[in-house]
């Protein structure tokens, strides 16, 4: 147990603060739960701070009030070069020492949602959001599922009291992951990873968080007890002994000019760091100064926040359109005159949805403050100018066929019921051909417009009636163009059911999910016998999966839609279901390591259980072959060590049968 708890942590470290796992995710899930299996059998055992606990306990009826024993201060802020300079000589005026003399820090400033953690005796009592800076909310529960976050400090003498201080965020890797999967399953997008690491931060329920991954970056210290202090930099030093992170190793200490050109440099990697960073924040490294020169009202004098320039620009809204998507969701979005925004021009923007747009405040005409961070879709941050214009509300009735749009109750998503909506069949199309799913190559937007629009498809199984001529006889297109797209439908007819199954657009069944249904019930046939106590006992299949397949069931309309698509001659081939025991790996286990060139992670790892090989997620003595690729890790010599097989990838590939 111990060392699967140790184990776990080093891929948490690797997953939450170095944005670099080396393992899947369902090899990290298959950790978790042979530690959560031997914790079941022997509780005893079971390590207060285990990596289980972070599953996430009960959700709480609100959120309490608690008080900061100090005050969370803000910072103040500054875009100019002058003005840090002119700061620093303001502290070396007061404190009578030469500028040149000064240690300074210089730490990014990190876009995120400010939180304290209190430590009592080394364990992890609580967590609170920075609230108003006196009085915060108790979200605990959900900062126990902060992965690599310990419950219990490393070491053997905790201090008695330690809060500390940082900011919550979402890595933009894990921000974009979770989109991903939300657009996947067709549910609503999140605007950024700071709104997202706020909303988790503020939900309820613990389980909730655990699927939107948050980390914790520390940058400072409330009130300790226990804990020597001399300096900001070996403050930070040493809350990292007790195994928390900082943002030490993106930071800097040394003279104002080192930490200018520190500056620079942050701003000039600015879109390489994980995470986004709207600055640097710069402080007096000596704690005995930064006492000397105390605080104002709400900000320290011993620090100040450097900005980045913005990334915003302004424009006029033009006009707001609704567009309809799969699931018939209206998706509001403005067009503005086209303006120029960190080297992007921009003429569309997404307004998200209902709420979106009603805290927005939005409406034609008016002058609004664009805002393109990173690799995030860019989005309105507010109004500048009115220009009084009618307000903006969602339409009744479908802007696209007309239908009274329906409201799911809890969700801000205002939907199109109407399945035959052009927009909503054109957009499902999109997602039937699309890699993946059914995987129809030579069907793009252009061709599905012209399908849709001219009654040549009016539901997926159309598509498989579709002609030579009909199809050559259509703009951009010509007898070859047909051909292909007739030969991609050929060929999709004997895609598997996993593959149907995602592709047909059912909320919330996504790849992934997709596969493991049709694991457990390879046609159709076995599906629609399907019950809600079957689905419950599959663990990866959660409430909000069973009842949307469940509705999915029992929708009339859908079912003679998949009927209709049997009927032209859809037969979907599920592979045989992989014999634990047979093939050439049999009874084998295998890891790989470094980046091979000819598979990918996944391909490779696919192989090895199509050959029935078993796959192990870390060097032991039960591991029987390590694969290595390029600029292998230590895995390697760790392999070498127990003397395991070592194998090269074509050496696996001879293995497996090329
Ligand atoms: S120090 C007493 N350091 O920025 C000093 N703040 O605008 C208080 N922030 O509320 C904060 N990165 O949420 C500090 N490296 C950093 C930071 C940082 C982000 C946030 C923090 C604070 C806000 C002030």
């Known amino acids: 147990m111990r060392e699967l708890e140790a184990e776990i942590g080093r891929h948490d470290e690797l997953y939450y603060q170095l944005a670099a796992p080396i393992i899947t ?14 914790e079941r059998k022997h509780p005893e055992l079971a390590a207060p701070d285990s990596p289980t606990t972070r ?36 502290i070396s005026d007061f404190l009578g020492v030469a500028p040149a003399e000064i240690t300074f820090t210089c730490e990014p400033k990190l876009d995120g949602v400010a939180i304290e953690i209190v430590y009592e005796q080394g364990l992890l009592v609580r967590g609170i959001t920075r609230g108003d800076g006196r009085v915060g909310d108790d979200v605990t529960h959900i900062v126990r599922t902060i992965r690599g976050l310990p419950h219990v400090l490393q070491g053997d003498t905790p201090p008695a009291l330690l809060e500390v201080r940082g900011e919550v965020i979402m890595t933009r890797a894990h921000f974009e992951a979770l989109n991903a999967a939300r657009a996947e399953a067709g549910e609503d997008l999140f605007i950024n990873p700071r709104n997202t690491a706020s909303g988790t931060l503020k939900s309820l329920d613990p389980k909730v968080a655990r699927q939107r991954p948050l980390s914790l970056v520390l940058y400072g210290l409330g009130q300790v007890d226990g804990f020597p202090r001399s300096s900001q930099w070996e403050d930070m030093l040493n809350l990292e002994r007790y195994g928390l992170a900082t943002g030490r ?19 000039a990697r600015r879109d390489e760091l994980p995470f986004e960073v709207d600055g640097a924040v710069i402080k007096l490294d000596d704690v005995a100064l930064q006492e000397r020169l105390g605080v104002r009202s709400r900000s320290p004098r011993w620090a100040i926040a450097f900005k980045f320039p913005a990334r915003r620009g302004t424009s006029v809204v033009r006009e707001i ?59 309105i941050v507010g109004v500048s100018e009115d220009g009084g214009g009618e307000p903006f509300a969602l339409p009744g009735s479908c802007p696209v066929c007309d239908t009274p749009v329906e409201e799911a109750e809890g969700e801000v998503v205002v939907r199109c019921p109407n399945p035959a909506c052009p927009a909503v069949l054109k957009r499902r199309i999109e997602h039937f051909v699309a890699r993946g799913g059914m995987d129809i190559e030579g069907v793009g937007e252009k061709l599905i417009e012209q399908l849709v629009e001219g009654a040549h498809v009016t539901r997926l199984a159309d598509l498989y009636a579709l002609d030579e001529e009909t199809l050559a006889g259509l703009e951009r297109m010509g007898t070859q163009s047909a051909r292909n797209v007739l030969s991609g439908l050929e060929a999709s007819r004997t895609r598997s059911f996993s593959k149907l199954l995602f592709a047909l657009g059912i909320r919330h069944i996504g790849q992934h999910v997709a596969e493991v249904v049709a694991e457990h019930w390879p046609d159709l046939e076995r599906l629609r016998a399907v019950g809600a106590e079957d689905l419950v006992d599959v663990a990866e299949i959660g409430p909000v999966v069973a009842d949307s397949l469940l509705a999915w069931l029992a929708d009339d309309a859908e079912q003679a839609n998949v009927d209709a698509l049997y009927a032209a001659g859809l037969a979907p ?27 990918s992670r996944r391909e490779a790892n696919e192989r090895v259980k199509a050959a029935g090989g078993k796959l192990l997620s870390g060097v032991s003595k039960n591991l029987d072959v390590l694969v290595v690729g390029a600029k292998p890790g230590s895995k390697l010599k760790k392999a070498q060590e127990l003397g395991i097989e070592v194998l090269d990838e074509d050496a696996f590939l001879d293995l497996v049968g090329g």
């Open 321 to 379: 359109q609704v567009m309809v998507g799969r699931t018939g969701a209206l998706t509001p979005r403005a067009v503005v005159e086209p303006v120029h925004v960190a080297g992007v021009t921009i003429e569309y923007v997404s307004l998200f949805n209902r709420d979106e747009v009603q805290r927005l405040g939005v409406k034609p005409g008016d002058r609004v403050i664009i805002e393109r961070a990173g690799d995030v879709i860019p989005h």
């Open 573 to 599: 081939v599920e592979p045989a279901p992989r014999v634990e025991g047979e093939g050439p790996l049999a009874g084998r286990t295998f890891l790989f390591t470094g980046t091979l060139e000819k598979l």
């Open 25 to 38: 995710d369902e090899e990290y899930d298959v950790l978790l739960r042979e530690l959560e299996d031997l």
């Open 249 to 267: 190793h993106v930071g800097r200490r040394g003279a104002l000019d080192d930490v200018l050109a520190h500056y620079d440099d942050l701003l």
């Open 55 to 90: 599953v996430g306990g009960a959700p709480v009826p609100q959120l309490e009030s608690v008080a900061h024993r100090q005050p969370m201060l803000s910072l103040a802020n500054t875009y100019s070069r002058e003005e840090v300079l002119e700061w620093c000589d303001s």
